[in-house]
């Protein structure tokens, strides 16, 4: 616990130290390296808490506020998170030291960076509920600033505002949550939590609605997702990667967290989750097939991943209500595998990004094309990380899903009733968001690193720095390791697994290793075949003469690059098909007259959640509440009054309901 103590002491002096200094290099020096120094220093009890399954003892610090215990703890479940947000930050941390160079305007918030870091590590090490909120507030603030480091721009400033409401919600629910507890336990300790024995089931349920909605919203499931296509396309790259690769899955962490203190779920939690996740799979690679903007269309396919690690809890607990542990271990392993998976391939998409939008000042990929010429390591790792997103072999994409799938076949066999149609559900489901998923990042790559550039800018771009690219090779790398040879972390996962069952789970752990076994041998065998296929047709042919032609332009003698597919003319058909649902709204501008000027199409098409569940809402709560305007006269007599009302309010809800 010593070196986890000092990573977040690191990390926190960092935070304080970026705000003193002035010049650009002393803060890039301090944050970045504060967050490279805190990364490697925190994930040494981490690993060594996974590799031997034994959890740390909870250490209890000085607190300077009455009635708050500030104790933190490892055990299994926090140490896989906590190997994901180090891992991930280090890699980041060295990534925006060089992306952050002569970057004034992003360097105002740079000392948040070590601060987000710090808080979501203390977030998944947190052992006291009073304290976890402290951090998971502190966590939502921290990100919010980086969110809007950009904030003369409108649209940055309206992503900031949507967050910061969307996270204080969430807020609301956890504080019911943990007070509810609290009322149960008189005290706020997890290890207390856990040892709550048998609750009533309408107790039970009702705290599982509240985490499953405040640390959903933090998660991003669908329909709670509406902060999230604003957020991370208005933060710095970095951030990004940060935020989709690793902050996100606190909420995930939240769920399983929560799910420890509430006993055996009945069966109505696991398929509640399986739907949802279904609906957050399809639904948000659904969105990201459409969208124009690149990080909006990552944004997207977080939710789309979130999904799949939503529907493997819910088997999980299916499996868990049933008392089949390889339908558990199955489920809660594909998730938990995903979890590091999406850390890993999200966060070097986000990354690549970033390089595109540092050199071509673009996001709108309708204005990229032809990138891969003079961004040829940016490329190759951006289609690595594409092809391990949808789930293709041998990338470590592929891993997870299939065990989700495998948990979903054997569920099939076992079940009846509802529970058998959520498992066909759920084998649809993830196999029809996959299928989408490949259709939507042949988009990507096909037309921002594809063909001939489409503007001016994207006509000049070039290669980043190698310092930019060194924790993107070694994300590459981990997407190929990690699905060649899976076992490296299954036995991670399987600790991980286990500290959440009831019983043992050895046998179906050893079956499990023996398919992956299997899986592995494969893999090698198709990889070498590739491989001695490409060397053969290089002996063959490689050195006779390269003929170059134009390619075959349809009759047309000049063809320009207004002739390639575009993002919208790709996934035309499928916006079509879907356009029942997506109710696009299109704009279109038909050239006109003897001298026509030129013409224009945009579509776009709005969150369904948005659209039809939070918009009304929202109105209809502004409606309602109009009578607390016209509270707001500048009388500080009548803001006393309120404070006061709703202090008595309060006592008397005490005093009744005993909360």
Known sequence: MNYLIFSLGILLVSFCLTFLVQTEKQKRFLSCGGVIAGSVLGIIPALQVLTSGIPSRVTSLASPIPGLEVSLGLDPLSA????????????????????????????????????????????????????????????????????????????????????????????????????????????FSFEAFSQIGAVSPTLASLLFVLALVGFGTKAGIFPLHVWLPYAHPAAPSYISALMSGVMIKTGIYGILRALTFLGVPPLWWGELLVGLGILSAVLGVTYALIQHDLKQLLAYSSVENIGIIVTGIGLGLIGLSRNQ???????????????????????????????VVRVVHSRAIDQLGGLFKNMPFTGATFFIASAAICGLPPLNGFISEWLIYVGFLKGVTWSFGPSLFFSIAGIIGIAFSGGLAIACFTKVVGVVFLGEPRSEQAAIPYEVSRLILAPMVVLA??????????????????????????????????????????????????LVFFLALGLLTQLIVGKRPIRRAVTWD??????????????????????????????????????????????????QAEDLAERRLFRPLFKRTDQSFLFVRKMQQGKIQAYLALIFVTILALLLWEVWFGI
Not at 500 to 518: C, M, V
Request: proline share 5%; hydrophobic share 50%; with cysteine.
């Open 80 to 187: 896989f998170f906590l190997v994901g947000i180090y891992g991930l930050s280090g890699l980041v941390g060295i990534y925006s030291w060089g992306y952050l160079k002569d970057r004034r305007r992003l360097l105002r918030t740079a000392p948040f960076f070590p601060l987000l870091v710090a808080t979501m590590a203390t977030v998944v090490a947190a052992r006291d509920g009073f304290f976890f909120l402290i951090a998971w507030e502190v966590m939502s603030l921290a990100s919010f600033f980086l969110v809007t480091a950009e904030h003369e721009n409108k649209e940055v400033r309206h992503a900031g505002w949507i967050y910061l409401v969307a996270t204080h919600l969430a807020t609301a629910f956890l504080m019911a949550f943990f007070t509810l507890l609290y009322k149960k336990t008189g005290t």
């Open 325 to 355: 542990p390889t339908l558990t271990l199955l489920g809660f392993g594909g998730s938990l595998f995903h979890v590091w998976n999406h850390a890993i391939f999200k966060g070097l998409l986000f990354l690549g990004a970033g390089n």
């Open 477 to 526: 790398f981990l997407c190929l390791a990690f699905g060649l040879y899976p076992q490296i972390i299954w036995s991670a996962v399987f600790f991980t697994v286990k500290s959440l069952l009831p019983y043992g789970a050895i046998a179906e752990q050893n079956r499990i290793l023996t398919s992956l076994s299997s899986i592995n041998v494969i893999f090698w065998f198709g």
């Open 554 to 603: 349809c009759g047309y003698a000049s063809p320009t690059q207004r002739m390639q597919y575009s993002a919208s003319s790709f996934v035309e058909s499928l916006g079509v098909f879907f356009a029942p649902l997506l109710k696009p709204q299109t704009d279109l501008k038909k050239p006109a007259g003897l001298f026509p000027q030129p013409g224009s199409f945009a579509e």
